[in-house]
């Protein structure tokens, strides 16, 4: 009978800790999302005329943030921006995507503020 109890608190215990669980965003799901984030960007823009997405770095479990890059106009009066793609999940599994502060360049390497 005790052990019969046992197992029953045993197997309820571990019903209830199944939702516990801690969420983990996959680095290379966030990287895919980051491109495709910038991508839209670029093409909602009539003068960015390419993209790029560089290396990306985990902020904790569930925010992961790209180096993204997007070129606007042809040399020599191009301008290149520079700016975080930031990829977050929830704990529900929704994921939401943002930019961050954005550093623009002319062609000779200028800031433009």
């Given at each position: 009978m005790k052990v019969g109890l046992i197992v029953s608190a045993v197997i309820v215990a571990l019903v209830?800790?199944?939702p516990a669980e801690a969420l983990y965003l996959p680095s290379g799901f966030a990287r895919?999302?980051?491109k495709r984030t910038t991508r839209e960007d670029c093409e909602?823009?009539?003068r960015c005329t390419t993209w790029k997405v560089f290396s990306c770095s985990r902020r904790s479990p569930l925010v992961i943030a790209c180096?993204?890059?997007e070129r606007y106009g042809?040399?020599?009066s191009n301008r290149d921006c520079y700016f975080p793609t930031i990829v977050e999940a929830n704990h529900r599994g929704e994921v939401f995507t943002r930019?961050?502060?954005t550093?623009?360049?002319n062609a000779s390497?200028?800031?433009i503020r």
């Open positions: 209830f800790a199944a895919n999302v980051a909602y823009h009539p180096e993204s890059a042809n040399p020599p930019f961050g502060y550093r623009c360049y390497g200028e800031e």
